[in-house]
């Protein structure tokens, strides 16, 4: 049997594998539970803990309202950082295998962002849906694109983690402790404005999406700022991906 | 049956699809002071041939895995070049397939790797599956089914697009005695067509079947004549396959795996 010279054309190779990846993530019946369970347990979880708070002098928000914010913040971006990391860490003998048969990393990678993307979005809307339940945001859209801004930035995370730490647990822990950090500082809790806390992953979504949900308007040097922390976390991923995951490569 | 008749003077046999040269590996723990350092590859030399099949025999942890993912190119050696010419097969020891892809959809994916056509790859999935006898199971995920028939879901993906050279690592891990006989009947016809193979192997039985044998020793790749390596069992090989490479209840690993998922395959783990 002749192979096809220069094979499927990339395209066709992207389609499968990201089929591939998001058929892996639907059987995984963990996966599923976390995409259900996780969005109102965090959102309301974090509203009902913050309910108790009296009005804080520099935060004119309801802190129920705060609380439901900051969780739909987490909720998104860990649920998607979480399947990046499950993803890449589970099928890293695999993909291997599938790169020393002729499956471009660069192909492989972008699939497996694919279905990130897939499962950010979705995390998204199922978050964004729980948090309508309780609050009205102003700006349903542009709070939407933010959630889809939180899960895809930190579905890049998840799957850097899984690259330079292929252990489920382990990397679950360096996670759970970054985005913990990371929405605790871009919670406006604290008032803390330094160059290391604006340079966290979920800063600048995080401010875009408060605006949009108790103010209605789009910080465009907040927009900028999100799609740039993407930018960095892709190019960073890009350089880890293909040269670190699936095994140590000539 | 060894395939000397496939490498005659002017046969395919001539043809050197694979060489490698001084190959050295070692193993060392990334962080200092803690774990030990294996030297796992020293020097070693091997050549295969258009149409031969070649044993790789050895101790467990002689580095014949290790040998086999550098031929492939899947891991890097320390020192050493490996040169291949045509397209190269490789059955991994351990099965590296996605656990929740059905059979099926393993085959369409890889199949896409190699850069087949779909109909191509179906044509391949429906021959393999014929032969090695995993039809009724293509509708399964991989996950489901028993360490025998995920063995042979392994081997399937190595042979695929018809490869120019075969890299086995111990393919038969689990088969029933009818698979592990239409393994060498298929291996049989692949050389006859100019394939060459080389495959890890323990079964001192199986060394008549191979033209030649290397033998992985302290580092050291020595090819020795087959038919004197018969007789030696002091790698630790196993005498006859029929107790060792067929599942263990002799039911030929037809059913499923357990229900929670686990491989049940027979462990031949080897630690390097």
């Known amino acids: ?250 | 049956m060894p395939n000397k008749e496939n490498s005659s003077d002017d046969g395919p046999g001539d043809r050197t699809v694979l060489r490698a040269r001084d190959i050295e590996k070692t193993y060392a723990s990334r962080v200092p002071l803690v774990g030990r350092t294996v030297e796992v590859l020293d020097g070693a030399d091997l050549t295969l041939r258009a149409g031969e099949i070649v044993g790789i025999v050895g101790a467990n942890g002689s580095g014949k895995s290790t040998l086999l993912e550098i031929l492939v190119g899947s891991l890097a050696p320390d020192a050493g070049r490996v040169e291949r010419s045509g397209t190269v097969g490789w059955c991994p020891q351990e099965p590296r397939l996605y656990d929740r892809l059905t059979v099926a959809e393993t085959i369409d994916l890889f199949g896409t790797a190699y850069g087949l056509s779909e109909a191509e790859a179906a044509d391949a999935r429906d021959r393999l599956a014929d032969r090695l006898d995993f039809e009724r199971f293509l509708d399964y995920q991989v996950r489901h089914l028993s360490g025998g028939n995920r063995q042979k879901v392994n081997l399937a993906v190595a042979l695929l697009h018809d490869p120019d050279v075969l890299l086995l690592d111990e393919p038969y891990t689990g088969f029933d005695w009818e698979t592990y006989l239409a393994f060498w009947d298929l291996t049989a016809d692949l050389t006859e067509r100019g394939t060459a193979v080389a495959i890890i192997s323990h079964f001192v039985s199986e060394r008549e079947r191979f033209d030649r044998v290397y033998e992985l020793r302290d580092g050291t790749l020595t090819e020795r004549d087959s038919a004197a390596a018969t007789g030696d069992a002091t790698d630790g090989s196993v005498a006859d396959p029929s107790a060792a490479a067929v599942d263990g209840d002799g039911s030929g690993g037809e059913g499923l795996g357990d229900a929670d998922g686990t491989d049940r395959s027979p462990g031949t783990g080897e630690v390097v």
């Open chain 1, 1 to 250: 049997m002749a192979t096809t010279g220069t094979g499927r054309a990339t395209a066709d190779r992207l389609t499968t594998g990201t089929a591939a990846h998001l058929r892996s993530f639907l059987r995984e019946p963990v996966h599923l539970a976390l995409l259900v369970a996780m969005p109102p347990l965090v959102v309301e979880g974090y509203g009902r803990a913050m309910s108790s708070f009296p009005e804080m002098p520099f935060v004119s928000t309801v802190p129920a309202t705060l609380g439901r914010v900051n969780g739909a913040v987490f909720a998104a971006a860990f649920l998607a950082g979480l399947i990046g990391l499950f993803q890449v860490v589970a099928a890293r003998r695999a993909d291997d295998r599938l790169a020393i048969c002729g499956f471009d990393r660069a192909t492989l990678l972008a699939s497996r962002l694919g279905a990130v993307l897939a499962v950010a979005l979705a995390g998204a809307v199922v978050t964004f849906a729980v948090l309508r339940w309780q609050v009205t945001p102003e700006a349903p859209l542009v709070a939407l694109g933010a959630l889809v801004l939180a899960g895809a930035t930190y579905g890049l995370l998840g799957i850097l983690l899984g690259a330079v730490l292929p252990r489920e647990l382990e990397g679950s822990l360096a996670l759970v402790f970054v985005a913990d950090l990371d929405t605790f500082l871009a919670s406006g809790l604290v008032d803390v404005d330094t160059a290391l806390v604006r340079a966290l992953p979920l800063h600048y979504p995080h401010e875009l999406f408060r605006a949009a949900v108790l103010e209605g308007s789009v910080a465009t040097a907040d927009l900028r700022g999100a799609v740039a922390s993407l930018a960095v976390l892709l190019v960073a991923v890009l350089l880890v991906y293909t040269r670190v995951a699936g095994g140590d490569h000539a």
